[in-house]
């Protein structure tokens, strides 16, 4: 039995927190209770008022350990705050899954104020002969729309002045376990991992950033893919997506839909291009493909690819026929293409099975 003092209620193997707070950190007592949950093969199930934001850290966190987050409408009916989908109970958490996937329900409210966003979700391997800097690629990406990471943490406030150093130095100490580390600045949030892997330092960002409403910036898309290739001069890309979404200008996770995301390219770095298809007609239609890099010691000259999509959904789905989806979440440890699986794109890319209101849009 998990014994915590953020526990209100338990509901079978669920450990139910309420909370009233308009907003909800993950704080250092939130984030004990998520590790020893899970540990103890415990669901934990955040129940708000609909009326509730949780950070972009917690939204992270929610889903490494497997816990939910249920918002409670005025006359008491349940549905899951990150998709929408209505839950007769706690229990479904627990039975069905901790993120609920269908059709939102019809209270699940749809955002009338937000602004256009990039998400990018990228995996990268370090080079072993090169000094170890976190970060640097999160930096990298910031510039292009003239932000930086302001503070930094493990658990919220995030109150400690972002510095590159002192984040490389965290996760070298955290090795060789993974070290989760979370950035926030203006009109940005991040969440970064690392981990050794064969002695070569793995590292997962997943960042978020506010960017102008489109046709403001025409040259940002370049930018932006010309900060990834930049960022393949020091590090090795292994795999990536970049989607356009909507969101909270603030950057907190609401209860409501911000409508379908739109995948702009993935990022495939040297080692993962042998496991494209690329017999008969290639690049696949409604793509463009540029280079960054080359491969050493495999015998090819293959170096990594940015693939970017004319239009959206079905470039992407075309794309994901020509990969060995097997063979790239066994490289990548699954992170990056959560939020393909999440919408769908990985599930018989059958653009039916996604939901509004699911992992881009809330």
Same mark, same amino acid.
């Not at 939130?30 to 949950?37: Q, T, V």
């Not at 008491?76 to 998709?83: C, E, I, V």
């Not at 979370?182 to 064969?198: I, P, R």
């Not at 066994?330 to 890319?349: C, F, K, M, Q, S």
């Given at each position: 039995?998990?014994?915590?003092?953020?526990?209100?209620?338990?509901?079978?193997?669920?450990?139910?927190?309420?909370?009233?707070?308009?907003?909800?950190?993950?704080?250092?007592?939130?984030?004990?209770?998520?590790?020893?949950?899970?540990?103890?093969?415990?669901?934990?199930?955040?129940?708000?008022?609909?009326?509730?934001?949780?950070?972009?850290?917690?939204?992270?966190?929610?889903?490494?350990?497997?816990?939910?987050?249920?918002?409670?409408?005025?006359?008491?009916?349940?549905?899951?705050?990150?998709?929408?989908?209505?839950?007769?109970?706690?229990?479904?958490?627990?039975?069905?899954?901790?993120?609920?996937?269908?059709?939102?329900?019809?209270?699940?409210?749809?955002?009338?104020?937000?602004?256009?966003?990039?998400?990018?979700?990228?995996?990268?391997?370090?080079?072993?002969?090169? =000094? %170890?800097?976190? &970060?640097?690629?999160?930096? $990298?990406?910031?510039?292009?729309? *003239? #932000?930086? +990471?302001?503070?930094?943490? !493990?658990?919220?406030?995030?109150?400690?002045?972002?510095?590159?150093?002192?984040?490389?130095?965290?996760?070298?100490?955290?090795?060789?376990?993974?070290?989760?580390?979370?950035?926030?600045?203006?009109?940005?949030?991040?969440?970064?991992?690392?981990?050794?892997?064969?002695?070569?330092?793995?590292?997962?960002?997943?960042?978020?950033?506010?960017?102008?409403?489109?046709?403001?910036?025409?040259?940002?898309?370049?930018?932006?893919?010309?900060?990834?290739?930049?960022?393949?001069?020091?590090?090795?890309?292994?795999?990536?997506?970049?989607?356009?979404?909507?969101?909270?200008?603030?950057?907190?996770?609401?209860?409501?839909?911000?409508?379908?995301?739109?995948?702009? =390219? %993935?990022?495939? &770095?040297?080692?993962?291009? $042998?496991?494209?298809?690329?017999? *008969? #007609?290639? +690049?696949?239609?409604?793509? !463009?493909?540029?280079?960054?890099?080359?491969?050493?010691?495999?015998?090819?000259?293959?170096?990594?690819?940015?693939?970017?999509?004319?239009?959206?959904?079905?470039?992407?789905?075309?794309?994901?026929?020509?990969?060995?989806?097997?063979?790239?979440?066994?490289?990548?440890?699954?992170?990056?293409?959560?939020?393909?699986?999440?919408?769908?794109?990985?599930?018989?890319?059958?653009?039916?099975?996604?939901?509004?209101?699911?992992?881009?849009?809330?």
């Amino acid at each position: 039995m998990v014994r915590h003092p953020l526990i209100d209620d338990v509901v079978g193997t669920a450990l139910v927190v309420d909370s009233a707070s308009p907003v909800v950190w993950l704080t250092e007592a939130f984030a004990s209770l998520l590790r020893r949950a899970a540990d103890a093969g415990r669901t934990v199930v955040l129940r708000t008022g609909q009326e509730a934001a949780i950070t972009p850290a917690l939204r992270h966190a929610l889903g490494a350990y497997g816990a939910a987050w249920v918002v409670a409408g005025p006359d008491g009916r349940l549905r899951d705050g990150r998709t929408g989908v209505a839950a007769s109970g706690v229990e479904d958490f627990v039975h069905v899954a901790p993120e609920l996937v269908g059709a939102p329900a019809p209270e699940h409210p749809v955002s009338d104020g937000s602004v256009r966003q990039i998400s990018i979700d990228l995996t990268l391997r370090h080079h072993p002969e090169r =000094a %170890v800097d976190m &970060g640097s690629a999160i930096e $990298a990406l910031c510039h292009t729309v *003239g #932000t930086c +990471p302001t503070r930094w943490g !493990t658990a919220e406030p995030l109150a400690v002045p972002w510095d590159r150093w002192v984040v490389t130095q965290y996760a070298k100490h955290e090795a060789p376990g993974v070290s989760t580390s979370y950035a926030v600045g203006e009109g940005f949030s991040a969440t970064m991992t690392a981990h050794l892997v064969d002695g070569v330092v793995v590292e997962t960002m997943s960042a978020a950033l506010t960017v102008p409403e489109a046709d403001a910036d025409p040259d940002l898309a370049d930018r932006l893919f010309a900060a990834v290739q930049q960022v393949a001069d020091q590090v090795v890309p292994v795999f990536g997506v970049v989607m356009q979404r909507r969101g909270d200008a603030d950057h907190l996770v609401r209860a409501v839909s911000h409508g379908e995301p739109t995948p702009l =390219a %993935v990022v495939v &770095g040297p080692e993962a291009v $042998a496991f494209l298809d690329r017999d *008969g #007609t290639w +690049p696949p239609q409604r793509t !463009t493909i540029a280079s960054f890099g080359t491969r050493t010691g495999a015998g090819t000259d293959d170096g990594g690819m940015i693939i970017r999509f004319e239009d959206g959904w079905e470039a992407l789905e075309s794309f994901l026929d020509r990969i060995d989806e097997d063979r790239f979440l066994r490289l990548v440890g699954g992170a990056p293409l959560d939020p393909a699986h999440d919408e769908g794109a990985l599930d018989g890319h059958v653009r039916e099975s996604r939901v509004a209101g699911g992992r881009g849009a809330a």
